[in-house]
């Protein structure tokens, strides 16, 4: 038995950031210790996620965090973890006890927002916890939602240049696009 003091506390991700209209849903697996301080997504200052936001979207990188969710919420992008709540030492995805996991309820939140018409996995945890505890949960139609795994924006992702993950990333740029045709066309 470990001694208390060894333990590690429970986490508790954020709620899902939304806008009134989310066409793509970003996964990621659950917030560092410096997003979990900061209580903002992707804090960790050398996390590319929002560099790779601003190169996309043609914004400063270094606009304040609000202007940043609302830009993504008004161009239809959603954010989220897979993992609501786990026990971790530290910031790894390597370091999450799996015994300690408790997803998110995604299909509910798919539900609830039918405008979303693909979802991406920031990093391989994401994806692997997602198709092996959530989506044995989905209907047929959220099934067969597109679903891509995109190269981490941790720093702990270092084989690849920040160059190489925004190409990488540019999918997003062409599931926005796809899914903003899907809905003219169903109107």
């Known amino acids: 038995m470990e001694p208390l003091e060894s333990c590690s506390p429970v986490l508790h991700g954020f709620p899902p950031l939304l806008g009134s209209t989310p066409r793509v849903l ?10 979990l301080r900061e209580q903002h997504y992707y804090a960790h200052p050398r996390n590319a996620f929002w560099p790779i936001m601003a190169n996309l979207f043609g914004w400063p990188v270094d606009w304040p965090y609000s ?12 954010l989220w973890d897979v993992i609501g709540r786990c026990t971790r030492k530290g910031s790894l995805d390597t370091a999450i006890d799996p015994a300690s996991v408790e997803v ?11 405008s979303i018409g693909a979802i991406l996995f920031n990093g391989g945890m994401a994806a692997r916890e997602f198709h092996r505890r959530i989506r044995p949960q989905l209907s047929a139609a959220q099934q067969a939602l597109p679903q891509q795994q995109l190269p981490s924006t941790s720093p702990a992702m270092a084989r690849l240049t920040l160059e190489q993950k925004t190409a990488a990333w540019r999918i997003l740029l062409e599931r926005l696009e796809a899914r903003q045709a899907e809905t003219r066309y169903l109107t």
Not at 104 to 114: K, S, V
């Open 67 to 78: 202007e940043r969710c609302q830009a993504l919420q008004q161009r239809g992008v959603a």
């Open 104 to 114: 998110n309820p995604i299909a509910t939140l798919l539900d609830q927002q039918p």
């Open 26 to 35: 970003i996964l990621g697996s659950m917030p560092s210790a410096a997003s």
